[in-house]
């Protein structure tokens, strides 16, 4: 995917020459770090997804004997 973006000047002239000193691009450079945001965001995600489903394997909701689900009696404020 192309996308455009807009960065201050002196940011892009800096990173730029860093890229050109460690045999890269500003491009490769820029993808890099948005991989490496989209991974971290991901493990988060996961993380929580895993953390969601190990709360409901490791507790039980117990419900009184002849409990029904009422749904005027929920709906009530």
Do not use: C, Y
């Not at 201050?8 to 990173?15: A, F, K, N, Q």
Request: glycine share 2%; charged share 40%; no cysteine.
């Amino acid at each position: 995917m192309n996308i455009t973006l807009s960065a201050p000047e002196e940011s892009v002239r800096l990173v730029r020459s860093w890229a050109k000193d460690n045999h890269t691009s500003l491009n490769r450079f820029i993808r890099e770090k948005l991989e490496e945001k989209a991974r971290a965001i991901q493990a988060e995600r996961d993380r929580k997804a895993e953390a969601f489903e190990e709360f409901f394997r490791t507790h039980t909701i117990h419900m009184p004997e002849g409990w029904k689900f009422d749904r005027e009696e929920a709906n009530e404020r």
